[in-house]
């Protein structure tokens, strides 16, 4: 890690136990707005009161075995039901076998040209303009 990427330049040449021992304004993004609030909320001076303080541990704690954490039965069923529906749903997915004599289809017979008649607008339109006339 390039210990530029996270310090300020004025402490870029320090050592980790200088580093921790930094103010929180040291790390990049941190403020002095923001150190100050740091300092008067939750007594945070440096970096390592920062480190230490219990509500960054119980975040990185929770991050961490939320990552860990398996589906849980009931969850596992649901998801292969949701795999198995939209195995059904779409059926095209699937390969079709080499020797099922299927040939090319070059336009379906009731296809229609997307760019005139987009969802039937075109249908649409004529029945709304019957439906005026009537």
Do not use: Y
Request: charge should be negative; hydrophobic fraction near 45%; proline fraction near 3%.
């Amino acid at each position: 890690m390039n210990i530029h990427t996270i310090v300020e330049q004025e402490h870029a040449g320090k050592n980790f136990k200088a580093l921790a021992d930094a103010p929180v304004s040291a790390l990049k993004g941190v403020s002095e707005q923001a150190a100050a609030f740091l300092k008067s909320e939750f007594n945070v001076v440096s970096v390592r009161d920062l480190a230490n303080l219990h509500f960054v541990k119980w975040a990185s704690a929770l991050a961490t075995l939320a990552d860990e954490e398996e589906m849980t039965t009931e969850e596992k069923a649901k998801d292969e039901l949701l795999d198995g529906a939209v195995e059904m749903t779409f059926p095209a997915s699937d390969p079709i076998s080499v020797d099922s004599g299927i040939t090319r289809i070059e336009v379906s017979p009731e296809k229609v040209e997307a760019h005139s008649d987009h969802q039937h607008a075109g249908k649409q339109e004529v029945d709304a303009k019957a439906a005026k006339r009537a």
